[in-house]
T-cell receptor
Framework: RKEVEQDPGPFNVPEGATVAFNCTYSNSASQSFFWYRQDCRKEPKLLMSVYSSGNEDGRFTAQLNRASQYISLLIRDSKLSDSATYLCVVTPNNNDMRFGAGTRLTVKP | DAGVTQSPTHLIKTRGQQVTLRCSPKSGHDTVSWYQQALGQGPQFIFQYYEEEERQRGNFPDRFSGHQFPNYSSELNVNALLLGDSALYLC??????????????FGAGTRLSVL
């Protein structure tokens, strides 16, 4: 079993749609959780941290369920500029990050 | 405020050669991590350097080695290159123990092609 597993995608949605990505992780002792965004042939960039209480940043909402070892990302009112690969990230300790393979999103006009 | 910088941006080598990649962390950061990203995959953790020592290592062979300098910059060395080493190599910096809870910021990467 992979340490971090994500929806395989790709997701192709129209502008204005709501889309949700899911992620599961295998190490129950994992301490921190993040969503990163990666544009084609660019470096990953932090989108948001994920907290147990859930957190929201504009059109983006992240949720963490430690009992189920499950993380989600919800994007509302999708924009063309949201097209990217979304990477689920888990830190098993305070040092290294473990990435999922990523889910590719394409938002179409 | 300079972000994470990596050099070179692109590199072409042949099998069996050795390569050195360089990284300067974001200003104020003291920790450098290296990742390998193959096409269509997420980044895979190679190792992390803190206080000039390798603090953590992923599942990579000893052909992959590194170094951190007193100014916190870092190098990744790969010996005896294989075709399978072709990938994007990403450096990420962070501040150990800081308020940002070790969030890592990435450089633009070095794209290595082994022929």
């Amino acid at each position: 079993r992979k340490e971090v597993e994500q929806d395989p995608g790709p997701f192709n949605v129209p502008e204005g749609a709501t889309v949700a990505f899911n992620c599961t992780y295998s190490n129950s002792a994992s301490q921190s959780f993040f969503w990163y965004r990666q544009d084609c042939r660019k470096e990953p960039k932090l989108l948001m941290s994920v907290y147990s209480s859930g957190n929201e940043d504009g059109r983006f909402t992240a949720q963490l369920n430690r009992a189920s070892q499950y993380i989600s990302l919800l994007i509302r009112d999708s924009k063309l500029s949201d097209s990217a690969t979304y990477l689920c990230v888990v830190t098993p300790n305070n040092n290294d990050m473990r990435f999922g393979a990523g889910t590719r999103l394409t938002v179409k006009p | 405020d300079a972000g994470v910088t990596q050099s070179p941006t692109h590199l072409i080598k042949t099998r069996g050669q050795q390569v050195t990649l360089r990284c300067s962390p974001k200003s104020g950061h003291d920790t450098v991590s290296w990742y390998q990203q193959a096409l269509g995959q997420g980044p895979q953790f190679i190792f992390q350097y803190y206080e000039e020592e390798e603090r953590q290592r992923g599942n990579f062979p000893d052909r992959f080695s590194g170094h951190q300098f007193p100014n916190y910059s870092s190098e990744l060395n790969v010996n005896a290159l294989l075709l399978g080493d072709s990938a994007l190599y990403l450096c990420a910096s962070s501040l150990t123990g800081g308020a940002t809870k070790n969030i890592q910021y990435f450089g633009a990467g070095t794209r290595l092609s082994v022929l």
